[in-house]
């Protein structure tokens, strides 16, 4: 691992002695280090089984993201691989307070990411949400997209694991045809983080957010603010800024947990029958 970091590092320019290889916390995915030289501090991930594009993917949504000007997110430095193992290098943020206006800085940012609109919904290329691979593509239908490269992918593969039992599956099949009731055709195509949780931001220097870990669509805004409700970890002086640039639709009650389906049935998937009675209780609500 060592030999490959030392690999990225030369690729930036810097030749200088690792000083420090310190792991931290990172996520269940990937190991995580804070990377010193005698130049330079680093974030540095690395996979030894690492899915072909997985980093890739991760550093075309911070770019994204970054290009905006809105929100911000560590700078993308260096990514090498060496067949399944591979190393992402990025901008070391060091750990700052989180002060009275960080929700609002946050609410905001997301807000302003969220007016990048897009010509289409969706993305040129697939991503991953958490390990699980994630198709995308370019579509002019909101609700097509929604069903058929959201929805449809994740419910094939809760059927490969056995977890579509006692009806779930029916059930499924069943709401995926009436979609149109509640998920608009023709949404604003807005820039999305794609898995915007409470542990995918961070608190910087003087309080400032920062955006981590994306996985980035075009898509309608609602479904982003649908998901931070789902786990916690935003107050309401984040909600309040965020609605004061991009506010919700009137219907975004009614249609909340329809886009929270989506995060669930990744967590039946990733996690087991855990998430299953929490599936069950979206998906009644609807047929």
Known sequence: MISLIEKALHSLGDNSEITKCQPVSGGDINEAYRV???????????????????????????????????????????????????????????????????????????????????KQYGYGSDSFIGRLPQPNGWHDDWEEYYRMKRLYPQIRLAGEKGRLSNGRGDKLEKLLSSLHRWIPSNPIPSLLHGDLWGGNWIA??????????????????????????????????????YNEIMPLSPEYEERKQLYQLYFLLVHLNLFGETYGSAVDQAVKRYI
């Open 204 to 241: 910087g220097p003087n309080g400032k957010p920062y955006l981590i870990d994306p996985s980035v669509f075009y898509g309608d805004h609602e479904m982003e603010i649908a998901f931070t409700e789902l786990f916690g970890g935003f107050n309401a002086d984040f909600y309040s800024a």
């Open 36 to 118: 010193q030289t005698l130049r330079k501090t680093y974030f540095v991930k690395h996979n030894s089984h690492i899915p072909e594009g997985f980093f890739e993917s991760e550093a075309n949504g911070l770019n994204e993201i970054r290009n905006t000007h809105t929100a911000s997110v560590p700078d993308v430095l260096a990514l090498e691989h060496e067949g399944r193992h591979g190393v992402l290098v990025l901008e070391w943020i060091q750990s700052g307070p989180k002060l009275k206006k960080t929700d609002m800085l946050l609410g905001q940012d997301a807000a302003q990411m969220h007016q990048t609109a897009g």
